[in-house]
């Protein structure tokens, strides 16, 4: 590899080839090109259709004109044909006669002799020819060329003359050379300006592209922390730097969250492998046979414990990936909350709990029926394990309750579980949502911290949402499901039924 230092010529050469190169410049220069084209032939356009203007009022001039003279020479005779043109010649400048006999006798007008390169009309009297010629002014300096551009129409007398009435073409002439110079000068200096913002804009977008590539790199490297660069100009760019640093936000986060996964995982599990292992050895070591009963059946408690969690992380990495399947249902979710209250009230009553449900009327969700139920065990189980009063022996009935409701709030099933426990600070309530999270310091109680990382997954699964609260005192859970058909009847529930 060659680290000599480049000409600064040679950089900027290969910057600008560069530049020419992206998209955005040749875009630019497409759009220039189409719109020189464009005003080319516009311009074209504009000026056929005003010569052919100048020209048709030019010839009905002449004509007119033409038809005086001629008037004249049949009236009045050659003499008076004469002196009126020699009259006209004189009236100024611009205005080119020429009267000749049929031999070519010069008689009067403005110019010396007959154009090489204006046709002569028939010898018969009326007829006309017209034609541009080019002349040498007989009374006013020449041009540099030496010859003036004029425009002429010739006529035959019934005095046996001819008659060349012309106009002088040079101030036209000019005038076209004038609108070409204009023409080029406009459209080059749009075409320069055009390639010059083309320049500009694909050095922009290069920068932009660069600075993306630039964040890209880094991030493969391993630095999740970098974002792409937002400028503010709200630009498709910057629409893109957007998404992409939101999706990398969700990728940093999905990484944060492997590392706890993996970090709690290696804590949580290793004290249930080790007592595993520890009652495997003992039952080896004390060699009866009803030890070595009693050691495989606490090994199997052990292992259907471990095998609970392998189970629920993977049901929650299944529900985080969206895999909603085609077990969804529409159902009515009271009967199933009232079930599944029913199944925790002896839980409850043994760990000197109040439990109450109020599920009601007639609430329809699309859901899948069994994860639902999971979820409200979750909760319900939470809120045994967790929602004892400090001081349970001098609390009442109402101050050691668990409420379990239903009801439907803003177009969504609401399902709340209460308890009056000790409750979840505000900093740590969308923390226990994640997995492994456990805010018992000790861990003495049983228990994996996936309960309600498994209601949340659910909970997003289905379009819904859950929320922590103070129950002033204890914890407040609401589980809010979007409603598949709902509607509220005012129902009494007959408990001793």
């Known amino acids: 590899m060659d680290d000599r230092p480049q000409p600064a010529g040679s950089v900027r050469r290969r910057s600008l080839i560069a530049l020419a190169g992206t998209r955005a410049f040749q875009q630019a220069a497409l759009f220039v090109a189409a719109v020189v084209l464009a005003g080319s032939v516009l311009l074209w356009l504009v000026l056929q259709q005003a010569g052919d203007a100048v020209s048709r009022q030019m010839i009905e001039t002449l004509t007119i004109e033409a038809d005086g003279i001629a008037g004249i020479a049949a009236v009045a005779g050659p003499a008076a044909t004469v002196d009126a043109v020699a009259a006209r010649s004189r009236q100024g400048a611009g205005r ?43 009374s006013s300096p020449s041009h540099a060329t030496g010859r003036n551009l004029g425009v002429g129409l010739a006529r035959t007398l019934p005095t046996s003359m001819v008659l060349l009435v012309g106009r002088d073409l040079e101030a036209q002439r000019t ?7 204009y023409y080029l000068a406009g459209f080059g200096a749009l075409a320069f300006a055009g390639l010059l ?86 039952a080896l070591r004390e060699g009866g046979h ?52 029913e199944l925790y009230e002896p839980v409850a ?18 859901a899948n029926r069994q994860l639902i139920g999971q979820s409200i065990a979750n909760l319900l189980d939470n809120a ?43 900093a740590d309530r969308d923390r226990v949502l994640k997995r492994f999270v456990r805010l018992e310091a000790s861990r003495t109680r049983p228990g994996t911290g996936l309960g309600l990382s498994l209601v949340a997954a659910v909970a997003r699964l289905h379009g819904g949402s859950i929320r922590l609260s103070d129950n002033a005192p204890g914890l ?22």
């Not at 379990?404 to 709340?416: F, K, Q, V």
């Open 96 to 138: 080119l006669y020429l009267l000749v006999s049929t031999a070519g006798t010069r008689l009067a007008g403005n110019l010396a002799a007959w154009p090489d390169d204006m046709p002569r009309p028939p010898p018969l009297v009326g007829a006309t020819a017209g034609a541009t010629f080019e002349y040498a002014p007989a």
């Open 175 to 181: 005038l076209v050379g004038q609108v070409r110079w």
């Open 197 to 282: 913002a083309g320049l500009v804009a694909s050095r922009r977008t290069l920068d932009r592209v660069r600075q993306i590539a630039e964040t890209s790199d880094q991030i493969t490297t391993g630095d999740l922390t970098r974002r792409v660069p937002i400028t503010g100009s709200g630009d498709e760019l910057d629409r893109l730097a957007g998404n992409l640093n939101t999706m990398l936000d969700r990728i940093e986060s999905l990484m944060i969250g492997l590392r706890q996964v993996s970090d709690n995982i290696a804590h949580d599990l290793k004290t249930p492998l080790t007592r595993l292992r520890a009652r495997a050895e003992t």
């Open 290 to 341: 009803d030890e070595i009963r009693d050691g495989l059946g606490h090994v199997i408690e052990d292992a259907d414990e471990l095998i609970k969690t392998f189970n629920a992380l993977l049901l929650i990495a299944r529900l985080e990936a969206g895999a909603l399947d085609a077990s969804a249902e529409t159902f009515e979710l009271a009967p199933l909350v009232r079930d599944v209250a």
């Open 349 to 366: 009553e043994e760990a000197g709990l109040y439990l109450t449900c109020r599920a009601e009327g007639v609430v329809m969700i699309h």
């Open 384 to 426: 045994i394990k967790y929602g004892r009063p400090s001081h349970p022996a001098a609390a009442p009935v109402e101050a050691s309750s668990i409420a379990i409701e239903l009801d439907i709030e803003g177009g969504a099933a609401c399902l709340t579980v209460a308890d009056r426990g000790p409750g979840i600070e505000a």
């Open 476 to 497: 407040k859970i609401e589980l809010r499901l979007p409603l598949a058909v709902a509607r509220r009847t005012e129902l009494t529930r007959d408990k001793s039924a």
